[in-house]
C-alpha cells in the first residue's frame, strides 16, 4: 500500500518528472504503485485458494467500499465541490466503477468459488499450460509492445488469483528458498532500467511518455516477476505473529479507499500537499516522502476508526436482536 500511495503522489498529484534530481525522485516514487497491486491480489488468491469465500465477506468489503465512497462523496458536495449527480454515483461504487481495483476485486471475490473448483480439481499440467498461454498472452506479448490479447485488468486479476493458488496447491522446494532479497533485487534492477530509459530516452517522446510503466506496468514480465519474487520472499520470512502490524494490515484497504476516490484525488494531492508547486525546491524528496507517509497514516487512523464504530454498531444490534435492549 505504501508503493501504491507513492505512485498515486505523483501521478494523481500531477507533479512533473524534469530531468533533475527531483524529478527523477518522483519518477522512482512511480515505479512501485502496480507491483503493490499485484502483490494485493496474490496475497489474496493464495489465502483464499484453500477457503471458502462466504458472502458475508463480500458484504464487509462491500460495505466498507461504500462507507468511502458515500462519505467522501456528501463532504464535497456539501461544500459545493461536486453535483448531486456525483453524489448518486458514489452511492453505487461498484456497479459505476468509483473505484477500477474495489470494482475488480469484489467481481473476483464473486466469481471465486468458481475458480477454487478449478484450481482443486483440474490436471496439474492443464493447470501449469493455462498459466502459461496466459503469462504469453498477457504478460510476454504487451511487454514487447506488439498487442495484449483479450487482456483486462478483471483478467489479469484472475490470472495472479490461478497462479497464487497453484503455488499454495503445489509448492516446491525451489519456492520455498526464495529470501526476500531476490525481490528487492529485482526492484533495485527494474528501477535502474526505467531511470536510465527515462533519462535517455527524455527527448524521444515515446520513452518519456511510457518510461513510467515501460518495465513497471502490473502485467509486464518486469513486474510480474518482482512481484512474485516479493511476496514469496516476504511469505518465507518467519515472523512471530505480531497483532500491531495485524491490525494496521487490517487497515491498508481502507487507506486505498480514503485516499484514491476519484473525487477526492485532486483535493488531497494538488489542493491541499500541492507537491507539483515545489519540483525545484531542495526539500521536495522531503517534502513528498512526508506526504506519502501522511496520507498512509491518515487513512489508517481512519479506517481504525470506521472499524471500531461499525464493531460497536454490529455489537448494539447483536444485543437488541438478543433482545437485551429495548
Known amino acids: 500500500m505504501i508503493f501504491i500511495v507513492a505512485g498515486h503522489s505523483v501521478l494523481h498529484g500531477g507533479v512533473e518528472m524534469p530531468l533533475t534530481v527531483n524529478g527523477i525522485f518522483a519518477f522512482v516514487m512511480t515505479q ?4 503493490g497491486v499485484n502483490i494485493f491480489v496474490l496475497l489474496s488468491g493464495y489465502f483464499s485458494a484453500t477457503k471458502v469465500i462466504y458472502i458475508d ?11 468511502y465512497s458515500i462519505m467522501i462523496a456528501v463532504v ?14 458514489s452511492a453505487l461504487p461498484i456497479s459505476t466503477s468509483q473505484y477500477w481495483f474495489a470494482t475488480c476485486y469484489v467481481i473476483l471475490l464473486l466469481i471465486s468459488p468458481a475458480l477454487q473448483i478449478f484450481i482443486h480439481n483440474v ?29 483486462s485488468n478483471m483478467g489479469w486479476f484472475i490470472f495472479l488469483y490461478l497462479l497464487a493458488g ?10 520455498d528458498r526464495i529470501n526476500v532479497l531476490y525481490g528487492m533485487v529485482a526492484y533495485g534492477i527494474l528501477v535502474v532500467f526505467a531511470v536510465i530509459t527515462y533519462v535517455y530516452g527524455y527527448n524521444i517522446p515515446f520513452f518519456r511518455e511510457n518510461a ?20 514469496l520472499g516476504f511469505r518465507n520470512l518467519k515472523i512471530r505473529n505480531n497483532p500491531k502490524i495485524n491490525k494496521i494490515a487490517g487497515c491498508t484497504f481502507g487507506v486505498y479507499l480514503f485516499h484514491d476516490h476519484p473525487l477526492i484525488r485532486d483535493v488531497i494531492w494538488v489542493d491541499l500537499l500541492g507537491n507539483r508547486d515545489h519540483i525545484d525546491e531542495s ?19 481512519l479506517e481504525y476508526c470506521r472499524q471500531i464504530i461499525l464493531g460497536r454498531i454490529s455489537c448494539n444490534d447483536n444485543k437488541k436482536s438478543n433482545g437485551q435492549i429495548t
Open 57 to 67: 465477506k463480500i458484504k464487509k468489503i462491500y460495505i466498507q467500499v461504500w462507507t
Open 166 to 175: 497453484y503455488i499454495r496447491i503445489y509448492p516446491t522446494k525451489y519456492i
Open 123 to 151: 490436471d496439474r499440467k492443464i493447470y501449469r499450460r493455462i498459466l502459461i498461454v496466459l503469462f504469453v498472452l498477457w504478460s510476454v506479448i504487451p511487454s514487447f509492445h506488439i498487442g495484449q490479447p483479450g487482456y
Open 76 to 89: 464535497l458536495f456539501a461544500f459545493g465541490k461536486i453535483s448531486l449527480k456525483s453524489v448518486i454515483m
Open 32 to 35: 512501485g504503485s502496480r507491483i
Open 212 to 231: 513510467k510503466y515501460l518495465y513497471a506496468e502490473m502485467n509486464t514480465v518486469t513486474a510480474i516477476t518482482c512481484s512474485v519474487l516479493l511476496f
Open 283 to 301: 526539500l521536495f524528496p522531503l517534502r513528498l516522502i512526508l506526504s506519502i507517509i501522511g496520507v498512509f497514516l491518515i487513512g489508517t487512523v
